[in-house]
């Protein structure tokens, strides 16, 4: 919340164990990052709301907070320790559907397909490469460090798996969304969060409203509270 005070942290645990604090200025990310970091119970992750004026929305703070937390538990190798909920970009968006009760057969037709194959993970890979340079083939064989015919053998198994036109800008965006949703299943089921209590200086805050929770490994400090 940004305005001129001296108000400590303000902080608490909700009922699914997610620790919340409110600052009275921004929070500092990078900072934010580092004390996680230092952290010795397991992984730790925070999401960090918007700044807000009034009193009355830091909720919707926290309620983005509490997505972009769910983001980088869902994209782990994509977002850092603390992430800004304006950073989350899609993922924020896809955080709000139930991906762990999200089976195979509830993605496109064609991610199924390409699933079923039988294709080397090397080869679904370079799919998403190829997807995330936007079809530019020769920056996706500079992203992988491979030569260009490597590339365009394994986008041909990858045709001819799928018996479609990777030109085709919806099959794209298909398979682009649909293997993230993919892959964040396979992170949302492996993951088992809980709270985790963190030293701060409230002399010394760093920033705004965040939501934190812990890793596996720091499944036994479920009875403590962020404070």
Aim: a neutral charge.
């Amino acid at each position: 919340m940004a305005r001129s005070s001296t108000a400590s942290v303000v902080g608490s645990t909700l009922d699914d164990g997610t620790g919340v604090l409110i600052f009275p200025r921004p929070v500092v990310r990078d900072r934010l990052a580092r004390i996680l970091a230092d952290l010795e119970r397991g992984e730790v992750r925070a999401g960090i709301g918007p700044v807000v004026h009034r009193l009355e929305d830091v909720h919707r703070s926290l309620t983005l907070a509490r997505r972009a937390l769910r983001a980088t538990w869902l994209a782990p190798a994509d977002h850092g320790r603390a992430t800004d909920w304006d950073d989350t970009g899609l993922d924020g968006v896809l955080a709000l559907l139930p991906i762990e009760q999200m089976a195979v057969d509830d993605l496109p037709r064609s991610v199924r397909r390409l699933l079923a194959a039988g294709l080397s993970q090397e080869i679904v890979t370079t799919l998403q490469a190829y997807l995330d340079c936007g079809g530019d083939a020769q920056r996706t064989a500079r992203t992988l460090n491979i030569h260009r015919s490597t590339l365009y053998y394994r986008l041909g198994r990858i045709r001819s798996a799928l018996d479609a036109d990777l030109g085709d800008g919806r099959l794209r965006t298909e398979l682009h969304v649909g293997l993230r949703l993919h892959d964040m299943r396979k992170a949302g089921s492996a993951s088992t969060i809980g709270p985790v209590s963190i030293p701060l200086d409230p002399a010394d805050p760093f920033g705004s409203g965040v939501g934190a929770q812990a890793s596996p490994g720091a499944r036994e400090e479920r009875d403590r509270t962020i404070g």
